[in-house]
């Protein structure tokens, strides 16, 4: 089984930052391309960021520039997603997630899991 936890979300001001965090944690083998999502209210989920097992980034011409996302070095299970300058437009339930190649019953397996979220509110 493989869980994913995020972590750093909160109320902030116009302008400010936060750093989200990402953890994969079970009976991981390799944990290849990491991602995080956000959902804003009475919108459909959008792709923010993300980043392979190589470290290659890709991000959403709308967060360019203010957000980048890096993964531990020591840790390639850990994925963080730093955002500078936020605005009200970034308010938004913001998820990651994993493709993780983990064991079950003695068997590699290859899959995708996404964690709870955690709530990024910026006030104007």
């Known amino acids: 089984q493989v869980q994913l936890a995020e972590s750093g979300g909160g109320l902030v001001q116009t302008g400010e930052s936060l750093k989200l965090s990402c953890a994969a944690s079970?009976?991981?083998?390799?944990?290849?391309?990491m991602g995080w999502y956000r959902q804003a209210p009475g919108k459909q989920r959008e792709l923010v960021a993300t980043?392979?097992?190589?470290?290659?980034?890709?991000y959403a011409d709308s967060v360019k520039g203010r957000f980048t996302v890096s993964r531990d070095n020591a840790k390639n299970t850990v994925v963080y997603l730093q955002i500078n300058s936020l605005k009200p437009e970034d308010t938004a339930v913001y998820s990651c997630?994993?493709?993780?190649?983990?064991?079950?019953?003695?068997?590699?397996?290859?899959?995708?899991?996404w964690g709870q979220g955690t709530q990024v509110t910026v006030s104007s």
């Open positions: 980043i392979s097992s190589g470290s290659t980034t890709n």
């Open positions: 079970g009976s991981i083998l390799r944990v290849n391309a």
């Open positions: 997630n994993a493709d993780v190649t983990y064991w079950r019953g003695g068997a590699l397996v290859r899959n995708t899991y």
